[in-house]
């Protein structure tokens, strides 16, 4: 007679407790979703809030762009001192990279460079270019926005000529088109950056921030592309569009930061409103025949 298999009275392979449901983890893990989803609620609340958005205008760091913006202008008028006491001799990398790009001359590359040319500098660069982009920001309720846009351009064309005279470096002498006096640093290069910053800091969105970088890029390659400007040329131009946006927002900080915030409240109470509007209202019940 075989012995009883007790195995079915006891199994061996018992449940594991951790394999179990546990309803306090359930519950850690919507307490903490909860939490999140109250922190979000708390900080459009503040944004709806005038005296927490007024809060934070008081808290706009300031600092680190001043201290940027001196140190690209800096840098820029020491590149452009060095150019002017070595007038006799380029750097290696101006003739080398004007040696290289002027070997892509021709078909579409001509086209893309005179059109760049037009957008950067110009009536259209100058005056169309920046009156159109004050008036957008009107419209779309930024006249602080505006105001520094156009006070930004103004002082980055400003500080360009300032250092062209001052150092007077000749331009490449294979040119495409026409110039004036000067090639350090680059107008059409500072006139990009300057928007680039300017636009970022205004429309703070890293891929405002990406298509501008993109814009000065290219624009520094069409300059010496077209002949009229050396590598390094571009560099300094870039440095002092930056620097001079980032020293200009130093003194608009606060406000440009209260009509960001004040846009946001306007946009999150239009978007409230109108899916309160869209809310389906709750059916009547019928009325039960007696």
Do not use: C
């Amino acid at each position: 007679m075989s012995a009883p298999d007790r195995t079915a009275e006891h199994p061996t392979d018992s449940p594991d407790p951790g394999d179990a449901p546990n309803p306090h983890r359930r519950l850690g893990w919507r307490a903490q979703g909860a939490a999140v989803t109250e922190g979000r609620a708390a900080a459009r609340a503040d944004e709806l809030n005038p005296r927490a958005r007024e809060a934070r205008t008081e808290y706009v760091g300031r600092f680190a762009p001043l201290a940027v913006g001196i140190a690209s202008v800096v840098i820029a008028a020491l590149l452009g001192l060095i150019l002017a006491l070595r007038a006799d001799s380029l750097f290696e990398i101006d003739e080398e990279w004007a040696e290289d790009i002027f070997a892509l001359r021709g078909g579409i590359a001509n086209i893309f460079a005179f059109g760049m040319d037009a957008l950067g500098g110009g009536i259209v660069g100058v005056f169309v270019v920046p009156i159109v982009t004050a008036v957008i920001l009107l419209i779309a309720r930024r006249p602080w926005g505006a105001l520094f846009f156009i006070v930004a351009s103004v002082a980055s064309a400003g500080v360009v000529q300032l250092l062209k005279n001052l150092f007077g470096r000749a331009r490449p002498e294979d040119m495409l088109v026409a110039s004036d006096f000067g090639s350090f640093p680059s107008g059409h290069v500072a006139n990009a950056a300057t928007i680039a910053v300017a636009i970022g800091i205004i429309v703070p969105k890293l891929w405002v921030w990406i298509v501008g970088a993109l814009y000065t890029i290219l624009m520094a390659i069409s300059r010496t592309y077209l002949g009229v400007h050396w590598f390094t040329d571009t560099i300094g131009g870039a440095l002092i569009g930056a620097g001079v946006a980032l020293l200009v927002w130093t003194l608009f900080a606060r406000r440009l930061e209260r009509e960001r915030l004040d846009r946001a409240a306007r946009i999150a109470e239009r978007n409230r409103l109108r899916a309160e509007a869209h809310v389906t209202p709750p059916a009547r019940p019928r009325a039960t025949a007696s």
